[in-house]
């Protein structure tokens, strides 16, 4: 299996090459170590940060930027949004803050990418 990836693990966005041979992983393109790791956990596990927004009552806007506090499995995006949409906090919230505890028993949390002031 071959496959071609954008690395994203720092500004170069290199153009990687990954073959798996028998058990092991060939990474190729890469122009520091991160693209070793990258292109591997691409192929094996690909994890994605999840930026969102979730609604806010009473805070200076009706939405509150929020994202996954680390990467979660790619796979569990849908249902990680269909958690998230669900939430609403209310004013006053700082940046931060946890707005969902363990996201799917991931020990994964979803804050508060911005803080957000009661609005009287």
């Not at 990258?38 to 940060?49: D, F, K, L």
């Not at 996201?103 to 990418?113: C, F, N, Q, R």
Request: net charge positive.
């Amino acid at each position: 299996m071959k496959k071609d990836i954008t690395c994203i693990s720092c500004p170069l966005g290199c153009q990687l090459v990954v073959e798996k041979k028998n058990d092991d992983y060939i990474v190729t393109g890469n122009s520091c170590k991160n693209g070793i790791k990258y292109g591997i956990e691409e192929m094996t596990n690909p994890r994605r940060v999840l930026p969102t927004t979730i609604v806010i009552r009473g805070g200076l806007h009706p939405r509150l930027p929020v994202a996954t506090s680390d990467a979660i499995p790619k796979g569990k995006i849908f249902d990680a949004m269909a958690i998230i949409n669900q939430v609403v906090v209310d004013a006053p919230i700082q940046l931060g803050d946890v707005v969902v505890k363990d996201l799917l028993g991931t020990g994964i949390d979803v804050v508060a990418t911005k803080s957000m002031p009661k609005v009287s």
